[in-house]
């Protein structure tokens, strides 16, 4: 799993330095028609082919992913800052403050992320800060949840009883002394998510609700050519390529992060 781990980030900066260059990379423009060259095969003049516009893949694939990874890192952030919050709060407060934010992440549970996501996006202007939107809204649920069982089970331990000994108070022991231990956790499942909001923002952007054309993006790729699939598959083939190495890339280094730090909590105690 080690050396699997090391593989997935790499391949994962390799990708996200590609898409954060894309403007100053040697390579045709995304947006660029030309109606001579439809849905010409993979060549040394078009690495990826090219789409029913004429338009050179490779490149597209390569600005795409600064979308579809930016959008999914912001939504991962946002998702555990809030779900970090929330549960940190549900946690230590307890009582009527517990039930009632549980409440509410048991009533967001009991709906289809992805259906939760798609109305969220259906209300909201068609854009990209709607589909970060999209995606927190229904991501922070499963931080809350982690974050909350660590809080119950640290706000039990005698160096939070020493805390409050010394005199400090509850929101002191919450954020200086609790929640530093429960931001490892945080991340590890950021890691693990955002194989998923990868998916998710491909899935909106599939149905026309993501980010709105000429922007390329991979699940917008998909969907604009998927009518070629069988006469020209590659138009479909690489950016669903992209899609599935990252979201794959991203549950790998999840899993090895979620190794590691069984590791060290064997070690520890």
């Not at 003049?45 to 694939?61: N, P, W």
């Not at 048991?106 to 798609?118: G, Q």
């Not at 809080?151 to 530093?180: D, N, Q």
């Not at 138009?235 to 390529?241: A, E, H, I, M, N």
Request: charged share 15%; glycine share 10%; aromatic share 10%.
């Amino acid at each position: 799993m080690k050396k699997t781990g090391k593989i997935a980030s790499g391949v994962l900066i390799v990708m996200v330095v590609f898409s954060v260059m894309a403007p100053l990379l040697p390579i045709a423009d995304p947006e660029r028609i030309d109606l001579d060259a439809l849905r010409e095969a993979p060549s040394a003049a078009h690495l990826f082919g090219t789409d029913s516009k004429g338009r050179d893949i490779f490149s597209r694939v390569v600005f795409g992913g600064r979308v579809s990874i930016s959008v999914a890192a912001v939504a991962a952030f946002t998702s555990a800052f809030i779900g970090f919050v929330v549960g940190l709060a549900a946690g230590y407060c307890g009582g009527k403050t517990d039930t009632i934010l549980m409440a509410l992440v048991d009533f967001i549970l009991s709906f289809p992320s992805l259906l939760l996501a798609i109305a969220v996006s259906v209300v909201l202007p068609p854009g990209i800060y709607t589909v970060m939107i999209a995606i927190a809204f229904v991501g922070w649920t499963s931080f809350a949840r982690i974050v909350r069982g660590q809080v119950l089970t640290y706000k039990e331990m005698p160096f939070v009883e020493a805390a409050r000994s010394m005199g400090c108070g509850h929101a002191r022991i919450a954020i200086l002394h609790i929640a530093p231990l429960c931001l490892p956790i945080s991340l590890i499942m950021m890691g693990i998510k955002l194989g998923g909001f990868v998916l998710t923002e491909a899935t909106l952007g599939f149905l026309g609700l993501g980010v709105q054309p000429p922007t390329p993006t991979w699940g917008s790729m998909v969907s604009a050519n998927r009518a070629y699939i069988l006469s020209a598959p590659w138009t479909v083939f690489f950016p669903g390529l992209a899609i599935f190495v990252t979201a794959f890339c991203c549950n790998l280094l999840g899993e090895y992060l979620k190794e590691r730090s069984d590791l060290r909590r064997s070690l520890r105690y």
